[in-house]
């Protein structure tokens, strides 16, 4: 059975740096494109970044270009998301997610999703 396991969010105050992690089973993980969207408060679902299958490339929204950094360990099935100089406005739910597709920046491409870990920030 297909599993995406989020971990890693808390309460943390503005200007902390924090790591995310997502571990995974039931699927060839090294044949799928990962991704991480998060969803504040009364927003829609974003998405923030991405990690192609194959070749590894990353894709970031521009609103968090510079401060994030998404990675990938096939041997252990896991995909992460650091995050630096965090601000309130990252307050959100973060969700990881799988894709066959080789590049994927919309939540209606990724077939799999984690139940998100919740990222509070405050000021």
């Known amino acids: 059975q297909v599993q995406l396991v989020e971990s890693g969010g808390g309460l943390v105050q503005a200007g902390d740096s924090l790591s995310l992690s997502c571990a995974t089973s039931g699927f060839t993980f090294s044949s799928y494109t990962m991704g991480w969207f998060r969803q504040a408060p009364g927003k829609e679902r974003e998405f923030v970044a991405g990690i192609r299958w194959g070749d590894g490339m990353t894709d970031y929204a521009d609103s968090v270009k510079g401060r994030f950094t998404i990675s990938r360990d096939n041997a252990e099935n896991m995909v992460y998301l650091g995050i630096d100089s965090l601000k309130p406005a990252d307050t959100a739910v973060y969700y990881c997610?799988?894709?066959?597709?080789?590049?994927?920046?919309?939540?209606?491409?990724?077939?799999?999703w984690g139940q998100g870990t919740q990222v509070t920030v405050s000021s």
């Open positions: 997610a799988a894709t066959r597709n080789y590049a994927a920046i919309t939540s209606r491409q990724y077939a799999y």
